[in-house]
């Protein structure tokens, strides 16, 4: 291992797998330096059945996302109301450092709009996958024919245009590869892969972005979801095989079972393959508590870096270990995303564990025998037992104050 790998997998505030680098190096992949953060949270997001963003959301996030510097951000449909229309004209108009898109349909209306609410680009939606013509009614001609008609009208307001072939993970190979040849004739500024049903495997992703880069010039874009939990896999597979663009969403909300998390996306560009998004790590758990309190989805405790106990632990053994030697314990620290550690008592605590726990509530004396500690761990025991859940800090005291005089 060459020193620059050995740096590159370990220091202060990270310890991931030595094996990566290596792995990388040997596969001989041209991996991109960096990496351009598309965000769909307030359009792809907002689809997740329940959750509604208003203006005021949408602005909030808007600004949160450009200050922690996501590339560019994917605000929704004008055509869809009125409100809708003045929020993203509103957005628009604060300057934001991040770039602002819109989805359109191969519609001239849904590209009129969005030039007049003073979008930078446009997300152009096609009709690619086999299964979605089908629901439409599409032949491939008519989808290749608009597609290159409204990529031409776009162009002619002066937007940035993705071309962005829906259900391409399902379409006809034959029919990709001419699609993917007759848009990189146009002005089109880039091409979106889209496994917009999640059904694609890491090494099905890889094998598509190659057959892509083989007839296109434009830069590669990927947008996937997690209906079979391998939306940020296939994600990477998309990257080291040619995207320059990765779409991701705060919390990993979405249509369905979601869309690649932003945090999970960013973390494991960074610390896993060494590819800079520019994104500020710190901000992430704040991102992400603005779009759980905006949304009302809840993140599960467990959601890796943002979750509330992302970085927490219980078992005895588990915390004594972190308390003896912190780094490595983890692959990151907390403080790298804006997060904590934790540690919980219940059925799984060791005397270390309540040590700890007395330590923080400062509740801890040095005149505490062990037996008491002893008692003190069991009772929380039984009662994190009895009760099938960890003890909160409310009890936990109660048990402290019935057990050390």
Known sequence: MSETESNAYKSEKFWVSPFNFPALRESKLNLPRSVQIHDVTLRDGEQTPGIVFNKQDKLAISRALSEAGVHRIEVGMPVISAEEKSAIKSITSEGLKAKIFTLARLIKGDIDESAQVGVDGIVLETPLGVPKRMQLGWSFEKALDLTLEMIDHAKSYGLFVSSFGVDTTRADMVEFLKFAEEVSKTKADSMTVVDTFGCISYEGMSYLM????????????????????????????????????????????????????????????????????????????????????????????????????????????????????????????????GNKHEVVVGKKSGKGSIQYKLKELKLWKDSITEEQLESVMNKVKNKSQSEKKSVSDNDFIEIVKETIN
């Open 210 to 337: 190659e057959k892509a880069k083989q007839v296109t010039k434009k830069p590669l874009e990927v947008h996937t979801h997690n209906d079979f939990g391998l939306a940020v896999a296939a994600s990477f597979a998309a990257v080291t095989h040619g995207a320059s663009t990765v779409h991701v969403a705060v919390n990993g909300i979405g249509e369905r079972t979601g869309n690649a998390s932003l945090d999970e996306i960013h973390m494991g560009l960074k610390y896993l393959y060494g590819i800079d998004t520019g994104i500020d790590s710190s901000k992430l758990v704040e991102i992400s508590k603005l779009v759980e309190a905006s949304s009302s989805f809840r993140v599960p405790t467990n959601k890796p870096f943002v979750g509330s106990r992302a970085f927490g632990r219980e078992s005895g053994i588990s915390v004594a270990g972190w308390a003896k030697y912190n780094l490595g314990s983890e692959p990151v620290l907390p403080e790298l995303v």
